[in-house]
Structure formats: C-alpha cells, structure tokens
C-alpha cells in the first residue's frame, strides 16, 4: 500500500437518495391491485350482506322468501325470541326455517297491507 492511497469500496446498488423508492415502486402494483379488490369484490359484497341482515332480521308475515336449500315459502309465523321462522312451502304444508338459512327475500308486501287497485275512469 502506498502512503496516499485508501482502499476503495463498493457502494450498493440501491444506494444513495433514491433507494427507498425503487423499494417502494415494487409494491406499488400489489397495493393497487388489493385496492381494486377492495372496491371491485369486498365492499359491494359486505354491503348486500347487510342488507341481508337487515331484510331477514325485519321479515313479516305474508314475506316470500328463499332458503340456502332453494326452497320458495310464504312465512306465516315469526318468533321474536327464538331464531326460528315458519314458513308454507306448499298449501297446508309448514315448515320451521332457522333465519340465518333465508338467503333471498323475494318481496315483503303482506296480504293485507297491499294497496287496492286504482280505478279505472271511463269517459
């Protein structure tokens, strides 16, 4: 070794002001992807489960509903303190249905809570 001379190291590649970023940019398409799930899939599918809940959590009788097995029914007794509802799957023909199996209410209008008709005016 000579008496002016100091040995020479390497620097890192990533080195210097900008190495933070290039770490940084290589997540960066992971994050949007994750976002645009969030937005695209997450969000609209937590929302329509609770709107779910809402709708089976307020059902009535004369409500048409739909269980997780497909089956079409008529609910015609509600228990407020049970998790059970009965519903007419057919004429004469009830059955007892736990609230968490409604995936569908189909409308929620009772028989006697239908509007009457409007009339007709002939001139």
């Not at 100091?6 to 620097?11: I, M, N």
């Not at 008529?74 to 407020?80: A, E, G, I, S």
């Not at 736990?98 to 809570?113: E, F």
Request: charged share 20%.
């Amino acid at each position: 070794m000579s008496l002016f001379s100091t040995p020479a190291y390497a620097q890192d590649a990533g080195g210097g002001m900008f190495g933070n970023l290039a770490g940084l940019s290589q997540f960066l398409p992971i994050v949007l992807i994750f976002v645009v799930f969030y937005f695209l899939l997450i969000r609209p599918q937590q929302q329509k489960q609770r709107q779910l809940k809402t709708m089976v959590s307020a059902l009535k009788r004369g409500d048409r509903v739909v269980t997780s097995g497909g089956i079409l029914g008529t609910v015609q007794k509600v228990r407020d303190g049970a998790n059970e509802v009965e519903v007419e799957i057919a004429p004469n023909v009830r059955v007892q249905v736990v609230r968490d199996t409604i995936s569908t209410v189909l409308s929620s209008v009772a028989a006697n809570d239908a509007a009457p008709p409007a009339k007709v005016v002939k001139e």
